[in-house]
């Protein structure tokens, strides 16, 4: 089990911005909606030494095998309805796609990826009827760069590490002004798109208030989010730190290849790390979002790295319990072990015998390949 261990005694005072309104009924009305699955697993719960263990299983959304596409549609139609102007009564999504119909200065969207988001942006651009140019690092999965041309979209593979490929998707979209960067990561001068794909993760947590309430769980006392960027881990923070209600401890998880979170942490500021080699694809990052940052630096409980074998244990270990859960998903019971199966992490993150516990499963096994020995 990893060494390195971060806890903040005092992230549950903090109160986060608020929350957008409008992102439900917006993907509510898409095509393919519904809620994914929130599965209980006991046998977790037994093993883990708490209450109840509930899996957010994002394995099919929209169709997808990841949880993306909620931020991407969201932050693509934004985009489009500012560039397309405002009309009264806003923008549909349907009219939005016939007025940029046939239009040789029609919006291009442009993005970097590891894989699922770059496939999310590339399915909306195949959606409203636009091209997209989609980069990402070479050494991602043959698996996912098809699933990412199988949408439609121009595919541009990179010797680089992601934090260049970043920048290289950026420089072109610069060069074109037809384009619309869609990035799920914020920096210096670009805030914009980033902050409504943080937005459209909101959708996930509105499912999961409503799903605990059914099973009679109520509010969790611990949810843990896999992190790559740490976007989505901005938008489980906004969720939970609101003013009043009890305060579920907030745990990252980070490979051991791309701590770029726990770093930044344990620095005190915002800290970029060299990135390495890991299955988890999804959360190879060498740096945290911009606009997440301060609210990540004062609303998380507790980090932790997993390396690749406790990665490779989950998704087995949740496969043989029926969850569909490829490694960037797998990470968060990985990293729930860490902290749960640890007394003095325990006492840390204040966990209890009745707590109850959601794993975010952000990707099903379509999404990215485990690699073997997988089975062993
Ligand atoms: C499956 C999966 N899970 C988690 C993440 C992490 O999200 P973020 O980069 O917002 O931290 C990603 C990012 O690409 C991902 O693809």
Redesign the pocket.
Known sequence: MSTRWYANPAAREFVAAPEPRGVLDFHRSLPGYAPTALLERPDLARELGVGRVFVKQESSRFGLP???LLGASWAVFRALSARAGRTEGGWQPDTLARRFAGDPDAPVLVSAT????GRAVARMAARMGLAARIFVPEEISPRAKEAITSEGAELTALALPYDDVVRAAADAAQADPRSILVQ??AWEGYTTVPGWIVEGYSTLFAEIDTQLQDAGAGRPSMVVT????????QATVRHYRKLGGSQPALLSVEPESAPCLLRSLEQGERTSVPTGHTMMA??N?GTVSLTAWPELSRGVDAAVVIGEEDCRRAVKDLEELGVDS?P??AASLAGARAVLEDPNRRADVGAAADDVVVLLS??GRA?TPVEPPYSG
């Open positions: 990841a949880f993306k590891d894989g699922n988001h799920d990561t896999p992190v790559g960027v740490g976007s989505l881990l999804g959360l990052c490829g960037c998903g952000t990707e999404a």
